[in-house]
C-alpha cells in the first residue's frame, strides 16, 4: 500500500489546505449524554455546493488528536469543527440557493 493510501481522508484535505468542516450531532433524540450515539459528518463544497459525506473511523482518531487544527463553533445539539476559515469559503463560493438552504435550516 502506498503511503497516500495510508492517509485518511481528513489527513489529505489537511495537507491540501483544502476548506472544510466537521459536523457532530447526536443521531437520535438526546435524553441523557449515555444515550444515543454521535454522527461525524464532512461538510464541503464542490461546484458551489454543499455537500456530506460520513467520516470514517480512522479519520475520527486523528481529528480527536490535531483538534489544535480546528476552530470548534458550538451550536444547538452539535459541534462544528471548521479547518482553513470554511464558514468564511462558504459564504464566498457557495450559490446563493446553498446559502439560503443553511439560513432557513
Given at each position: 500500500m502506498s503511503e497516500a493510501e495510508e492517509k485518511t481522508r481528513i489527513e489529505r484535505l489537511i495537507e491540501d489546505g483544502t476548506p472544510f468542516a466537521v459536523a457532530r450531532y447526536?443521531?437520535?433524540f438526546k435524553?441523557?449524554?449515555s444515550e444515543g450515539g454521535h454522527v461525524y459528518k464532512y461538510l464541503f463544497l464542490?461546484?458551489?455546493?454543499l455537500k456530506e459525506i460520513g467520516v470514517e473511523p480512522e479519520s475520527l482518531e486523528y481529528l480527536k488528536k490535531n483538534l489544535k487544527l480546528?476552530?470548534?463553533v458550538i451550536l444547538d445539539g452539535g459541534k462544528v469543527y471548521d479547518f482553513n476559515n470554511f464558514r468564511g469559503y462558504f459564504r464566498s463560493n457557495a450559490t446563493r440557493n446553498e446559502i439560503k438552504k443553511i439560513k432557513m435550516g
Open positions: 447526536f443521531s437520535t435524553v441523557s449524554r464542490r461546484k458551489g455546493l480546528f476552530k470548534v
